[in-house]
Each structure stands twice: as C-alpha cells, then as structure tokens.
C-alpha cells in the first residue's frame, strides 16, 4: 500500500493550503476509510479529518467550518483543503488509510492503518 502526500507548506495566518494522497486503485477502492493526521512538534498524533467509502466525513472540533475532506475517484486521490489556517495548525499531516479484514470461525475484526510520508504545515502568525 503506497500513499504519496503532498501540498504542504509555509503559509501565513489566514491562508490556504490544500493538501493531496494519491494511492492506486486497488487501494482506494479497498478502503473503508481515508484520512489525514496530524502530529504536532511534542504531541501525540491526532485525526484531522477522514471520509469514509459511502463519502461520510468527520472533523476534528478544532478544524469543523475550516478544513475540508473530499476524494475524487477518478484520480483515486484524497484531498484536505485547509481554509483560515492558524499557527496551531502547524504540524506534520500524514495521510491513512484503513482495511478491514474479517477472518476466522468467529468472523474477527481486525482495523489495519497504512500511512504515508508526512508533509509538514507550517503557519505563520
């Protein structure tokens, strides 16, 4: 699974940035769920947004009514567009997708994170 990030970043308080993963076919289409992280320098890696294969989003409260996720099937690509960027947005985003595989007699559920390399954001104040 290969996820190639990109679009980050220095930009000023204010501004926009929009982020892109771009994956294979295989693997968008295997997705249950994409999204983006993000860690910042001394803490602990936290979701920004994510979509879901039937295009369900979810936000982080710290980034509702500024960021937006969206995908392009097309392209088989996952977009983050950051709008009103804020100094504590600065940080390291990484894109993730997850599978889930079923197995076993008892059909057990097992959630597997694939990860991209991170694009740093960095906003100025």
């Known amino acids: 699974v290969q996820l190639q990030a990109s679009g980050g970043g220095l930009v000023q308080a204010g501004g926009s940035l929009r982020l892109s993963c771009a994956t294979s076919r295989s693997t968008f289409s295997s997705s249950y769920a994409m999204g983006w992280y993000r860690q910042a320098p001394g803490k602990q890696r936290e979701l920004v947004a994510s979509i879901s294969r039937g295009g369900s989003t979810n936000y982080a409260d710290s980034v509702k009514g500024r960021f937006t996720i969206s995908g392009d099937n097309a392209k088989n690509t996952v977009y983050l567009q950051m709008n009103s960027l804020k100094p504590e947005d600065t940080a390291v985003y990484y894109c993730?997708?997850?599978?889930?595989?079923?197995?076993?007699?008892?059909?057990?559920?097992?959630?597997?994170?694939?990860w991209g390399q991170g694009t740093q954001v960095t906003v100025s104040s």
């Open positions: 993730n997708t997850k599978r889930r595989v079923v197995a076993g007699p008892t059909a057990e559920i097992t959630d597997l994170d694939y």
